[in-house]
């Protein structure tokens, strides 16, 4: 079906399935990893699930992050669980999985996504759907102003390789050319 997002930054129309339109809840079960566009790929980025294969390749197109946004507008999870019982970081090979042992839940994603972006290592304020969602009024950016329930952050945080440097070590000599577009 086709939705339109009237505040929209890059996609005011766009098609999504029927079935996760017309669901009564929606949970986001995404796995933690990194992603070479985006840095990560969590709960908000996941919903392209969503989303048709053409309607998924206009959303580089337009611009990722911003199509990130806009879709998570129109199509917010009520509760999103991560399977962050092991991470995913680098180019995903199976020597970069990180034994993490945890499962990361909440009904806001962008706090979801803050909170698994400081679990690896990375800065909130430098993922731009992320930082974009939160000024969107989506949710909450700043782990400080997060309640956090079990495990205190710090304790069971693991740095994550990000995927461009990963790509560098692995392949040497190749020049990588990155025009908005994942792997």
Do not use: W
């Amino acid at each position: 079906v086709m939705v339109r997002v009237d505040e929209a930054y890059v996609m005011h129309e766009f098609g999504v399935a029927r079935t996760a339109y017309e669901a009564d809840f929606i949970v986001d079960v995404p796995v933690m990893k990194t992603h070479g566009r985006t840095g990560i790929t969590c709960a908000l980025k996941n919903m392209k699930g969503v989303l048709p294969g053409q309607e998924k390749k206009r959303t580089h197109r337009l611009g990722l992050d911003r199509a990130i946004v806009d879709l998570n507008r129109r199509m917010r999870p009520h509760l999103t669980v991560v399977d962050a019982l092991v991470g995913l970081a680098g180019t995903h090979r199976p020597e970069d999985r990180v034994p993490m042992g945890l499962v990361v839940a909440g009904v806001d994603p962008v706090a979801v996504d803050a909170v698994c972006a400081t679990l690896m290592g990375f800065a909130v304020n430098e993922l731009h759907h992320v930082r974009l969602a939160a000024e969107a009024g989506l949710g909450i950016a700043d782990v400080s102003q997060i309640e956090v329930r079990g495990e205190r952050l710090a304790d069971v945080a693991r740095p994550f390789q990000p995927y461009m440097e990963a790509a560098r070590q692995r392949f040497g000599a190749v020049t990588l050319i990155e025009k908005d577009a994942c792997t």
